[in-house]
């Protein structure tokens, strides 16, 4: 006998039946909704990247994270982790002929070997929004807004949600204020990044070990309790225009909000629901100097990642698990065989007239049948018995009226 294989996906992979792959569709239509009605380009790339391309800044979680393995020919290929360096490597390779600001949108697979926990797998889709060769907040304005929109078209209100701000560079001159020198604020970073997953002590480790005095540790801990950004132009200039484009409502600042990525330079934001039950929906920020960490030229950039996992549980909580459409269209079924072509020459007729139609497979009693298609998400349903065929028309009825209309056959 065989070996008995497991019927579940590797750990922390997912499989989308058809129940899944429902929820799935709404959330990538309101990702594609959103990037297109905000004037993004879709782009893509294959999952497969260099490992150099990915190999990371010591300190750096996601480095750990990395699928890579060694193809036949002895590359060292990885599974991207996010899209952020891909695309980098893509706008640097056609920096001459691309005309900037670009703004580029992508749904994209992305693999991290992670700790299994509420939220997070080790493979998930991330809706990415990036706006490269533009200064002005006004590109941190229209990539959160766009978000917004996008959670918006899902059925969430900002009620339900709020995008947490801050900016590096704010963070950074405030340490600078109390003399904690600028080469090792990347180090404050990375420590900082993980309040609120370690306990304090921890933390003022971390940063002593990033060469911090007893002092300066301590006026780190000062600065984190920072609750205005009036100290910010940037800031001050991002709630405003959030203001002007009507979703000031979903903002919040929160000198807490760090991310875990070294490379990003200024606003940095993350989102998540308002109850606080679930872990970040996106994130993202100002990251000016990637282009030239990988060798291409000096180019502003902002963008955030937005995955499908934690967004969909959400959904389920708030809307419930069976609010989202299955099929719809027509079903048509037939009673014996003999009615059999007839339901087929309807179906294949109404489908070149455009329609979305299931044709039952099999003659069935009404019952079952209009019961079956009731609970496949039919909206209409046509059954064909004997007397229609010798009359030359079926009745079409909709499901939710329960209103009949004639249909010839
Ligand atoms: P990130 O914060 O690492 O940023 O990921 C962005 C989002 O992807 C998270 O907020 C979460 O929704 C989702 N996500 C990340 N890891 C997992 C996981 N293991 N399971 C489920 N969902 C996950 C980035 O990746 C940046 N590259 C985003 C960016 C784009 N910044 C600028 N442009």
Redesign the pocket.
Known sequence: MAEKISFEAPRGMRDFYPADMAWRNKVFDAFRAAGEAAGFEPYDSCIVESYDLLARKAGEE?GDQIYHFFDKSERHIALRA???PTLARMVAARQKELSFPIKWTAIAQCF?Y?RMTK????E?Y?W?L?IIGEDSVLAEVEVIGTAVDALRRMGLTTDDFKVRVSSRRFLSQLLADSGIAPEKHAQVFLALDKRGKMPDSEIAAMLRDGGLTEPEVEATFRIMETKSYEGSPELVELFRLAEVAGFADALVFDIGVI???SYYTGIVFECFDAKGEFR??????R?DNLLTTIGGEPTPAV?????D??VTELLKSRLGEDSVSRTGGIAVGFMTDSERDAALRLASRLRREGECVNLSLRSQKPKKFFSKAGESGALKAVFIGPDDVSAGVARMKDLATRQETELPL
């Open positions: 996601v996010e899209m952020t991290r992670e939220g997070r797998k080790r998930h991330q990415n990036d991310r875990g990525l970040a929906i996106f994130g993202g920020g990251y963008g955030l990642g937005f995955g996992v934690v």
